[in-house]
């Protein structure tokens, strides 16, 4: 090889993921290091050639390949082998996959958004389709609701047009977010240090320092025995606010002087207190929790001292928010649900805030899951309809009271206020009382008010119901004075709009009670009696898949069924006529009664089977397999156009709420045919999309496990969501429900099933019995001796056992290669991080290369790429200042005013041109193009974005026919061709103001040419050395042209008049002579682009030169493809450093693509020789 040059590295074939990158640059590299240095060698040397320079792992790779007959010593066929070896083949489906699940990020354009979604189309084979799919991706995945909306509205909608208004749109934020903010900081300029603040400032700040302490004290502050602070004279926060103990104003209750009074109200008073818009009906209560013997005071246990504590960072809170939480945190102080945290704390929750649709104000939840996990719970058992009906005999009158807010009725002990603790943005605070959320909440309210009312007689409590009946009404009346006095004592408040007083008949725990007896609750079959009839055979399909399904329970249904079922013959055209009415009535009456139809038992587990469609709601209670209870309802207009993962959702809360009574307090087993909630419903609350977050919110009252189900055997859920009985809902989806009850309790142990199944999947495995074989018999002395299939296993052959036909390393569970697919999704069912998720398996599971393979799953995973955040900004890199006018431009297309623009800037004198399109063809923006050109020169280089008109077979030609290099932005990178990017936003406000303005957009245009730019001249000055004439006064001498030098522009301008001379004459004239270390641009090939370079000397020969480019390279050029110019001249580096760049630039190629063809013909590639073997032409 020759000794001149720097051979390449040795090839790295190490980490798997980057190997296609490694590779292709490792190849460029390689094919010039054969054409500068063994450009004159045989093919087959040049095989040679790479083997040797590949290195070691690179040949056993090449001992691998199988070749034809003469192919090994074919270079093109070597490296097709290795090439195919390093780059993956393209996956069409796993691409289509990424196109259809990509939406737009909440921080992204619509511009970087599009542009991926052409990126991801171009390898999608699409075809003629392309267009219209990337149009229906951008209606289906954009951000904004009222866009979508739009989009949905157009008729006609073509790609630009949809582009066009998402554009507007965003336009419009960005102009409405500036004036947001540019009105808050006049504000806060106005306000100066004199001037008084709002009584109603600084409820959530820390207490005053001593600077601050000084300062009042000069301002004539005094300590205030109204609110216990120090501030200055009529600035008390307290002035306005109403005593909880007296009810006078201007005071708060923990400073108040009056003594404590007594005060007794009837039956019809309300409190005044406001909480979730709901009024509280207090009967006689007015006093505090904590009164007398009876006092709730309660706390709970840790389960396992040893469980490290969490402390969560605090959340990110919107700005439009922030006022809101600090109102909403001082109000709850004020009513001692919660307190300011000072001293430090072993556990930190999360806080999440959620906006109440009607009237605005915050809800404040606890999300409390690591915190759950160590706390132990009280199992306190419910009553059971059958115990509190043997109680009722003789009752004619009934009473049911509704706790409010139960949980916050509980006073915690301060050690267990501590386990509360949250962040907020204004500091730390904790619960004084119980709040939603906590695990074993549930069982202590049942415990305590079971305590309450234990001793008084016709009493019933079921968690927060309570139930008072006599036989008498003079015997009911006093049974409930007794009760309210009891809530009055320990400063239990109920619920007005809950509350019923008096009645012949209740529904409690999900039965009817009366005078009469007990009997089911109608609602509960009310979605069957109230069922519309099918309307199709699809719905006769439907209904009478559920009655198969519930036919076990009742003999003789086909003949009940037979009308119905003629409809689905093929002779009988489908008509519901009066028989088949009657049998359909016939079979809701026998479905809703026994047997088909079961009774409650409390003591039995209860499944909860759940289905969503387009139209409707369905759920079904179930206990040993027979339904218990139907419930049905349709979607509202709102609600019909849901996500499909939020409408399944809905579908689970709507059937727990639904069946509240059976539900409540009370572990649940919820199906769903939709898999994903199975992830979802174990989300962070904070995690969770706004009206998930809203749904799980109250679900957390629930004590629940979801389970998927296939949806070919949720067969009478299914029938009620598509059949749903019509429904005003609007009340109950708007009302408030206690929504931090009993957080889902976490299995983290690997079930009898699971570990069946892998001992099954095991057996089956050709590798894992190899495996097993030789862990039982013996492992062989050598490695070579080992079967292939477990090589891998051989590092840590002595970690491996066999226990029951699992194998283990060490406590580790080797999982079969089927399960490995499954495991990997159960892994990152949570979409964890790659490291967390290699930690959670490093737990309990085990496989060869399992690291590589959730690096690679993880990295493939839809869900987690649309949510990944973005990457950290790079140091800013300058870009090249050209060093001539009109060198290098950008250039953009733009829409405005219904017309697409075309638009070319100078990178050096900022001068643009503009130019209106009548189509946005590649030939129409080649022809303006040209007659820019025309006016101002071609330019060396033009930038642009990877439109298709700019990337088209016919833009290149024209880059190769007019002599310039194109070179096209990365995707999502517009910085690339920022200028254009940029002045595109310049020109259409100066055009929009112009419009707004009626004026000339020209004289806009002219007068931005002509204006100084940032210390520096003109863009016209800079582009043409004199300033232009405007609508503005200036004297004749500013207008005369001002060049640098005036004689190498006299000699300039004699050389385009003999240029124009030659080409008119049709003859040809020798060219001036260049001279060492002029600087020059050369051409690599006959109308190919112009490279720097620099004149070493003459060649001694006639219009021959040898020339240097600022790489080091030497070539020998004629005087034809030499072009002289003005350049600084440029600095030689020596031939050894020259190639050591060379490699380094290979090593950081960039994302810009030069669409000049990069191939050169072998009797044109440049051949570097040394100056002594240099030949004369």
Not at 277 to 287: L, T
Not at 490 to 509: D, M, P
Not at 703 to 718: A, E, N, Q, T
Not at 834 to 842: G, S, V, Y
Request: glycine fraction near 4%.
């Amino acid at each position: 090889m020759d000794g001149h040059f720097k051979q390449p590295p040795e090839m790295d074939f190490s980490h798997e993921d980057n190997l296609s990158k490694k590779w292709k640059r490792w190849k460029q590299t390689m094919n010039l290091y054969l054409e500068v240095a063994m450009g004159e060698k045989t093919e087959k040397e040049q095989c040679r050639a790479v083997l040797y320079v590949i290195g070691l792992e690179g040949r056993e790779i090449y001992n691998t390949f199988n070749f034809g007959e003469n192919e090994a010593d074919k270079l093109e066929v070597l490296l097709k082998k290795f090439e195919d070896y390093c780059i993956p083949k393209k996956n069409v489906t796993v691409i289509r996959h990424r196109f259809n699940t990509r939406v737009q990020n909440s921080s992204e354009s619509i511009d970087q958004y599009l542009t991926d979604l052409k990126l991801i189309a171009k390898n999608c084979e699409f075809e003629h389709l392309k267009d219209g799919l990337i149009r229906d991706r951008i209606v289906c995945g954009t951000n904004s609701c009222r866009v979508k909306e739009r989009l949905l509205r157009e008729d006609g909608l073509t790609l630009d047009k949809a582009v066009g208004i998402c554009r507007a749109d965003e336009e419009s934020r960005k102009q409405m977010k500036t004036l947001n903010e540019e009105e808050q900081v006049h504000a806060l300029r106005r306000k100066t240090q004199n001037q008084r603040t709002n009584r109603n400032e600084g409820y959530a700040k820390k207490g005053p320092n001593r600077r601050d302490h000084e300062k009042r004290e000069s301002n004539s502050s005094f300590s205030c025995g109204k609110c216990g602070t120090t501030h200055e004279r009529r600035n008390c926060p307290a002035y306005g606010k109403k005593c909880h103990k007296c009810k006078k104003p201007n005071h708060y209750q923990k400073f108040c002087k009056s003594k404590f009074s007594k005060s007794v109200h009837g039956l019809d008073e309300y409190s005044s207190c406001e909480s979730d818009g709901e009024n509280y009906f207090v009967g006689a209560v007015n006093r505090k929790t904590e009164i007398k013997e009876n006092a709730c005071f309660t706390s709970f246990k840790l389960q396992d001292s040893s469980v490290n504590p969490v402390i969560n960072p605090s959340r990110k809170i919107p700005a439009a928010l922030r006022e809101k939480l600090k109102g909403t945190l001082k109000e709850m102080e004020d009513k001692e649900v919660i307190r300011k945290v000072d001293e430090p704390t072993d556990w930190v929750n999360s806080l999440v805030v959620v906006e109440k649709p009607k009237t605005g104000k915050l809800r404040i939840c606890l999300d409390p899951r690591n915190l759950n996990k160590a706390i132990k719970r009280e199992h306190f058992a419910l009553p059971t309809i059958e115990d509190i009906t043997t109680r009722l005999t003789g009752a004619k009158y009934l009473s049911k009271l509704d706790c409010n807010n139960g949980y916050w009725q509980l006073r915690m002990d301060k050690e267990s206020q501590l386990l509360t603790t949250f962040n907020s943005p204004f500091g730390r605070y904790c619960f004084l009382r119980m709040p939603f959320g906590i695990k074993s909440a549930q069982e202590v309210f049942q415990k305590r008010v079971s305590q309450l009312f234990e001793n008084l007689k016709g009493v019933e409590t079921d968690i927060d119901d309570i139930l008072v009946w006599g036989t008498t009404r003079k015997e009911h009346d006093d049974r409930l004075r007794s009760v309210l006095n009891r809530c009055q004592e320990v400063g239990l408040t109920l619920n007005a709009e809950k509350c019923k007083f008096r009645v012949k008949e209740v529904t409690y725990i999900g039965h009817t009670l009366s005078a009469d007896g007990v009997r089911p609750d109608q609602e509960k079959i009310r979605a069957i009696k109230e069922m519309p009839a099918p309307t199709d055979k699809k719905g006769v399909q439907r209904l009478l898949g559920t009655i198969n399904y519930l036919a076990k329970f009742v003999p003789n249904m086909s003949a009940v069924t037979e009308p119905i079922r003629k409809l689905l013959k093929e002779e009988h055209e489908f008509i519901w006529t009066h028989e088949q009415q009657q049998a359909f009535e016939k079979l809701k009456d026998i479905i809703t009664k026994n047997p088909v139809l079961s009774f409650y038992d409390v003591s039995k587990p209860v499944t909860v089977s759940c289905d969503a469609s387009q139209c409707g709601l369905g759920a079904m209670l179930i206990q040993d397999n027979k339904p218990v209870a139907y419930a049905s309802r349709s979607l509202t207009d709102a609600e019909s156009r849901y996500a499909n993962i939020e409408r399944e959702l809905l579908g689970v809360l709507f059937g727990l709420e639904r069946f509240n009574d059976y539900t409540y307090g009370k572990h649940i087993n919820v199906e769903s045919d939709h898999k994903p909630l199975e992830m979802i419903v174990r989300k962070s609350l904070g995690c969770a999309p706004p009206r998930l977050q809203r749904m799980l919110l109250r679900l957390q009252k629930y004590d629940f496990s979801l389970k998927y189900i296939p949806g070919k055997d949720l067969i009478v859920p299914d029938m009620l969501s598509r059949a749903p009985i019509k429904i005003n809902t609007n009340n109950e989806v708007e009302n408030d429900i206690e929504c931090f009850v009993n957080m889902v309790i976490r299995n983290t142990s690997m079930s009898d099933r699971n570990l069946e199944q892998i001992t099954e999947e095991t057996s089956k495995d050709d590798t894992l019995q190899t495996l097993t074989r030789l862990i039982i018999d013996g492992w062989p002395d050598e490695k070579n001796e080992v079967p292939k299939e477990v090589f891998e296993y051989w590092n840590f052959r002595d970690e491996l056992s066999n226990v029951n036909g699992i194998i283990l390393k060490g406590e580790k569970i080797i999982i079969p290669t089927s399960m490995r697919k499954n495991m990997l999704n159960k892994l990152h069912e949570g979409h964890l991080g790659i490291e967390k998720t290699r930690k959670l398996a490093r737990d309990s599971i085990f496989w060869p290369g399992i690291n590589a393979q959730i690096t690679d799953f993880i990295s493939k995973c839809s869900v987690c790429l649309e949510s990944r955040r973005s990457n950290t900004k790079e140091p800013m890199a300058e870009s090249e200042t050209p060093e001539l006018p009109w060198m290098t431009v950008g250039t953009d297309i733009f829409y405005w005013n219904n017309n697409n623009y075309l638009i070319i800037v100078d990178y050096y004198s900022r001068y643009f041109e503009i130019a209106k399109l009548e189509n946005i063809r590649a030939s129409c923006v080649i022809t303006h193009m040209k007659s820019v050109f025309a006016r101002h020169g071609i330019p060396s280089k033009v930038r642009s974005d990877s439109g298709s008109q700019y990337v088209s077979a016919e833009f290149r030609q024209f880059a190769e026919s007019w002599g310039f290099t194109h070179t096209v932005s990365s995707p999502h990178y517009q910085q690339s061709n920022g200028l254009a990017e940029r002045f595109v936003q310049s020109v259409k406000k100066m055009l929009s103001k112009s419009k707004q303005d009626g004026k000339d957009p020209y004289i806009a245009m002219l007068k931005y040419r002509n204006t100084p730019l940032e210390n520096i001249d003109s863009p016209a000055q800079l582009l043409m050395n004199r300033r232009l004439r405007t609508t503005i006064p200036t004297i004749k001498n500013r207008l005369k042209p001002k060049c640098g030098n005036l004689k190498n522009t006299q000699r300039k301008m004699k050389q385009q008049k003999m240029n124009q001379k030659q080409y008119y004459d049709k003859s040809s004239k020798p060219l001036p002579e260049l001279q060492p270390n002029d600087t020059i641009r050369f051409q690599h090939n006959p109308k190919g682009k112009w490279d720097q370079g620099t004149v070493v000397r003459n060649n001694n020969t006639p219009n021959s030169y040898v020339i240097e480019t600022p790489e080091g390279q030497i070539f020998k050029r004629n005087r034809k493809h030499l072009l002289k110019t003005k350049e600084d001249k440029i600095e030689q580096t020596s031939l050894e450093e020259a190639n050591e760049n060379n490699h380094n630039d290979f090593d950081n190629i960039t994302d810009e693509q030069s669409l000049e063809p990069s191939f050169v013909r072998r009797s044109e590639r440049s051949v570097k020789k040394p100056t002594r073997l240099i030949e004369e032409c």
